[in-house]
């Protein structure tokens, strides 16, 4: 070592020193150099003895041995697995045969070959990363519960995340087709009573620790650091396209206008069906999605009447049904954060990594509610109520349609509320618009 060799270096000078007559003025300035170089010896052995008492290659608390006895995975897990399957699905978020398919999946993504040490096993990791994301915990809680080192639970959570969106990603997310959207619409008629529905759009906040450098770009009106998942939800809670990453200080409006959903609507890129009539006879209206006031009325967006006006009944009914069908992107959120509490503190991670985990947790969403589809929902019971069918409503949208997009988004609103107070009315539709419980 280095502090060795100025050890025996600094012997000898000082044997010289001593041989050194007392008058003498070189001893003076051997005295001097003695003393630099003794407090240069000293400096050096104690950063040398520093780094070796802090150096591991493994700690002893997260060898292989303490893992495999105390670790979670070989020991909680399995226990649940073995005789308690519920708190294995509270555990995960999801049952054993569930689990079993996802490893499955990306098992060849994150298995590690052996080199040194044995590797830790894909079973293991995509368990660290499931329970990251289930418990809304910290990574040093989870790098003690299952005995592996912190910057290796931050790599496994990286590198899981990322393969659960490659390997997912084309499998929830079907191919954007006309048929598809069809699909989702009649899945909107027959569950919510709103035609022509292709799906309901929001964004939701997904709070950051503020990043490094950032000022206010990602300083949202709630006050907080966030990103934006911006998201368009089928009727059964299921996300269909999604816009992950927008900074916290944008609105919802401007993103999507500014997103590839906003973009290929525009420029009607996105396979939507042709327009047709919902009534024999009547005016042949475009598919939709369904928004809250933050995106503009468009032929292809509706939002509700404003309540800053006097509604009469039926616009107040127009907005009951569409609270009822747009409600649908909220409960998915809802779901979402239920289910993966991450979501319920502050990120403490780069926006990068933030993307990542959002991106997994969409996917891991879809995973699980496709496989909720068999369970039986409520019934929903129509309305019996002879209306008055109104002659006039093919004049609502006319042949001659103004290009101004307000004015064509504005009719095609009112040809939905015709509809909604006519032929398309449900029963309770008028007491809860009567009494603005909406």
């Not at 990306?106 to 298995?111: A, R």
Request: hydrophobic share 40%; glycine share 4%.
């Amino acid at each position: 070592m280095k502090w060795k060799k100025i050890k025996i270096l600094l012997t000898k000078e000082v044997i010289k020193w001593r041989q050194t007559p007392q008058s003498s003025i070189v001893k003076e300035i051997r005295r001097r150099e003695l003393l630099k170089l003794y407090l240069l010896y000293r400096r050096i052995k104690k950063r040398e003895e520093k780094k070796i008492q802090k150096r591991f290659w493994v700690r002893p608390i997260f060898t292989v041995r303490q893992r495999l006895l105390q670790g979670a995975s070989n020991n909680l897990i399995k226990e649940m697995e073995n005789s308690d399957l519920e708190k294995f699905m509270e555990y995960l978020r999801m049952d054993t045969p569930t689990f079993n398919e996802l490893l499955n999946l990306i098992k060849p993504h994150i298995e590690k070959q052996r080199a040194v040490r044995e590797p830790i096993p894909a079973a293991t990791r995509l368990q660290i990363c499931l329970r990251y994301l289930a418990s809304g915990d910290t990574m040093p809680s989870i790098s003690f519960a299952f005995r592996v080192g912190l910057n290796t639970v931050s790599k496994i959570v990286s590198e899981t995340c990322t393969a659960i969106w490659n390997v997912l990603s084309n499998q929830v997310f079907p191919e954007i087709t006309e048929n598809f959207w069809k699909e989702k619409a009649e899945e909107f008629e027959t569950l919510w009573n709103f035609p022509h529905c292709i799906g309901a759009i929001d964004g939701k906040h997904i709070e950051l620790q503020a990043p490094p450098h950032s000022g206010s770009t990602f300083y949202n009106y709630k006050g907080t650091h966030s990103i934006v998942l911006l998201a368009l939800a089928d009727a059964n809670c299921r996300f269909t396209i999604v816009d992950i990453g927008a900074e916290g200080r944008r609105s919802d409006g401007g993103i999507f206008q500014e997103s590839e959903l906003g973009y290929r609507l525009e420029n009607n890129d996105l396979n939507l069906p042709k327009p047709k009539s919902i009534i024999e006879n009547g005016p042949k209206l475009p598919f939709v999605i369904v928004g809250d006031e933050a995106f503009a009325l468009t032929s292809y967006m509706l939002r509700p009447y404003p309540r800053a006006s006097n509604l009469n009944l039926e616009k107040k009914v127009f907005n009951y049904r569409l609270s009822r069908a747009r409600r649908i992107i909220e409960c998915s959120f809802g779901i979402l954060s239920a289910r993966w509490r991450i979501f319920r503190r502050p990120l403490a991670v780069t926006v990068e990594n933030a993307i990542s985990l959002v991106q997994a947790t969409i996917c891991l969403h879809n995973f699980l509610m496709e496989k909720d589809l068999n369970v039986p929902l409520e019934q929903r019971q129509y309305a019996n109520i002879d209306l008055e069918n109104i002659n006039n409503f093919d004049q609502i949208l006319g042949s001659n349609i103004n290009n101004n997009t307000l004015s064509r988004g504005g009719q095609i609103r009112n040809a939905f509320t015709e509809y909604f107070c006519t032929e398309g009315a449900v029963e309770q539709q008028w007491d809860k618009a009567y009494n603005n419980d909406f």
